[in-house]
């Protein structure tokens, strides 16, 4: 395996994002039919860098993914592509590639960087990663509406991404205004 892989030089490493998250809020199985739900697991990726993968921490998890992943097949009656491996090592990507949506919006990067001293602040913040999201075309306004006051964003900064939020082809229209 190769060490501290980089975008220009992967090796015989694959592109992924590492999820941590709490399972007394949200489970193994949930967070697997959010994986499930976001992809088509029946086309074949034309190289190992964009593969589709579950990496398993403990045979439980590896069950469930096998089991899931045996579900998708009989649904979609069709073969599945993604792979089942054991997790060994997480590299974090360069700089650029970390919270793109974001980095392209100034006005909402300078929020997070009065916010977090260090760009690895930014990058291992749970409010970025759903701004980044956002940013990018994913959520629903009804969730965006619930959660944004506690980005803790200024509400200049808020208002701005619930009006990129709005542009067609965005998000769900949102409905109701921020009070």
């Known amino acids: 395996m190769k ?21 007394s809020r949200i489970s193994f199985k949930e967070v697997l039919d959010i ?29 469930l993914a096998v089991e899931m992943m045996e579900r998708e097949a009989s649904v979609l009656k069709q073969n599945i592509f993604t792979e089942i491996l054991p997790f060994t090592e997480f590299y974090v990507g360069e ?8 980095q392209r919006s100034p006005d909402l990067m300078r929020e997070f ?16 990663a759903r701004v980044n999201g956002y940013l990018a075309g994913y959520g629903t ?11 803790g ?5 808020a208002d701005l991404l619930l009006s990129i939020a709005k542009r067609p082809g965005r998000l769900q229209c949102i409905a109701s205004t921020r009070s």
Do not use: C
């Open 141 to 151: 306004s009804k969730v965006l509406m619930t959660e944004i006051d506690s980005y």
């Open 153 to 157: 964003l200024s509400s200049s900064a």
């Open 113 to 128: 960087r009065i916010m977090y001293p260090s760009f690895e602040r930014i990058v291992a913040s749970t409010a970025a």
């Open 3 to 23: 060490k501290n892989p980089t975008y220009h030089s992967l090796g015989d490493h694959s592109e992924t994002v590492q999820i941590e998250f709490d399972p």
């Open 35 to 63: 994986f499930w739900e976001s992809h088509d697991p029946a086309v074949r990726s034309w190289s190992r860098q964009y593969m589709s993968a579950i990496f398993f921490h403990d045979e439980d998890q590896k069950r």
């Open 95 to 102: 700089d650029y590639h970390q919270k793109f949506a974001l």
